[in-house]
């Protein structure tokens, strides 16, 4: 679950360099193969996120705590930062070595 934490946020911030160069390029720096490798480590963070998150599985579910989907999360799911759902799972398992399911609202240690 660490792993797959840390895999998505390298995503994040492999996405944010590749805008940044995306932008610095639109306004005339040369950023060439620069934006090209930021946007092939942010395709590389994310293929092991998703590869990860299909095996990840909640113990009391078995549904995949990362993995939202179209269905609301549980309500007893946390909140932070203006986030919920799958990020602060994310955040919570970097920060705190603990999350909980955002499908069945049961807490875990990593």
């Known amino acids: 679950?660490?792993?797959?934490?840390?895999?998505?946020?390298?995503?994040?911030?492999?996405l944010l360099a590749s805008i940044y160069l995306l932008v610095a390029g639109?306004?005339?720096a040369e950023v060439?193969?620069?934006l090209v490798t930021a946007f092939v480590i942010f395709l590389?963070?994310?293929?092991?996120?998703?590869?990860?998150?299909?095996?990840?599985?909640?113990p009391n579910c078995g549904k995949r705590p990362t993995v939202q989907g179209i269905r609301a999360i549980h309500p007893s799911?946390?909140?932070?930062?203006?986030?919920?759902?799958?990020a602060v799972v994310v955040?919570?398992?970097?920060?705190?070595n603990q999350f909980r399911c955002i499908h069945c609202g049961s807490d875990y240690n990593v």
Not at 1 to 14: D, G, Q, T
Not at 44 to 58: D, E, M, N, T
Not at 77 to 86: C, F, I, R, V
Not at 91 to 96: D, E, G, L
């Open 26 to 28: 639109f306004i005339g």
């Open 91 to 96: 955040i919570n398992v970097i920060r705190k």
């Open 44 to 58: 590389c963070f994310a293929s092991g996120h998703f590869i990860l998150g299909i095996y990840l599985k909640c």
């Open 32 to 34: 060439d193969e620069s």
């Open 1 to 14: 679950m660490k792993l797959n934490a840390w895999f998505v946020v390298s995503a994040w911030a492999s």
């Open 77 to 86: 799911s946390e909140k932070s930062a203006g986030l919920d759902g799958w």
